[in-house]
């Protein structure tokens, strides 16, 4: 708790809460842990090191609009000033936003979809994009594929974008990823010819989708304790769904309009992260989880090995007795 305490960027609300949750998760154990986080500034980075912004999933085809079609970067400039302060406006509620984000995201599938792209173009524009896995993601998704936690990626951007993001800078997409979004349909020459149903936007991306009729469900059954990671207010409600759910610790990223948001997302998200373009905190969290579950397993063995002990010096003095009494006897 201490590197929470310390770290200027760490706002909790409850850090009692929070230290509750963090021992109970300890004392579950890593095989009872599963991650649920974001993709678009989330794992991935707001700005980079210069403070430039970077992009989302969307924000490629801005990208191959303003080089191939500037009447198509208009209309997606057009529909982010309309939909984009709606989105964070901290006076409207979730319900009040639902129907903006399906128009909004509805109306931008319609105009990738009319333009177009080859899967070429896109791969292309992805591969020279700005969208950068945050600093030390890479070791966060390392050490959760090496002790097969898995990381279900929900994410209401653009999935074929984010596995070629993950494989260019991962090199490849560890078993222990699944990634749950909106994917592009090619037709036979390639061509995106139209998205996956149902729509997945900011605010209804949750755990019932995921049933037995996924692949990785098997990785999952049992895991009931969530670390949870998003952006937006909307992502709190990723673990809807979790069968089960014992303890879910909520992290956000406050990216943006630290002043006016920060009240709400402390009353959404047990540890509130403002400003922060690396995974730090969940790495330092993940330590702190694993190197508890090493301690709990050294003294369980430290244990076994005592009753062990007692078990055979009891079984040596029981042949001492039973050998005097044979003594006495003769």
Not at 313 to 330: I, Q, R, S, T, Y
Request: net charge negative; proline share 3%.
């Amino acid at each position: 708790m201490s590197r929470l305490y310390n770290n200027p960027s760490v706002h909790m609300k409850n850090p009692e809460l929070v230290e509750k949750k963090l021992k109970q998760m300890a004392v579950d154990g890593l095989d009872r842990l599963m991650i649920i986080s974001d993709f678009d500034f989330t794992l991935s980075r707001h700005k980079d090191k210069n403070g430039e912004k970077c992009w989302s999933t969307h924000g490629v085809f801005d990208a191959v609009a303003r080089v191939m079609n500037p009447e198509l970067k208009q209309m997606f400039d057009e529909l982010y000033k309309k939909y984009f302060s709606i989105e964070f406006c901290p006076l409207m509620t979730v319900e009040e936003k639902i129907p903006y984000m399906i128009e909004w995201w509805d109306q931008s599938h319609a105009h990738i979809v009319n333009a177009k792209f080859s899967r070429e173009t896109i791969e292309g524009f992805t591969s020279n994009s700005r969208i950068f896995l945050r600093e030390r993601a890479e070791e966060l998704i390392g050490a959760l594929s090496e002790h097969e936690i898995p990381l279900i990626v929900f994410s209401a951007g653009i999935g074929n974008i984010i596995e070629t993001v993950m494989r260019n800078q991962l090199g490849a997409i560890p078993e222990t990823m699944h990634i749950i979004s909106n994917l592009m349909i090619f037709d036979d020459q390639d061509i995106c010819a139209d998205f996956t149903k149902p729509l997945i936007h900011t605010f209804n991306k949750n755990s019932s989708v995921i049933t037995g009729d996924q692949p990785f469900y098997n990785q999952i059954v049992g895991r009931t304790n969530v670390i949870l990671m998003g952006d937006s207010l909307g992502d709190i409600h990723m673990d809807v769904g979790v069968e089960h759910e014992g303890v879910a610790l909520k992290i956000g990223f406050l990216n943006i309009n630290f002043d006016t948001l920060l009240a709400k997302y402390l009353d959404s998200y047990d540890i509130v992260l403002v400003d922060d373009q690396t995974m730090e905190i969940p790495i330092n969290i993940l330590d702190h989880l694993r190197n508890s579950a090493f301690i709990g397993s050294r003294l369980s063995l430290t244990c076994h090995e005592e009753a062990e002990k007692e078990d055979v010096v009891g079984v040596e003095l029981e042949e001492e007795e039973e050998k005097a009494a044979a003594e006495v006897m003769a």
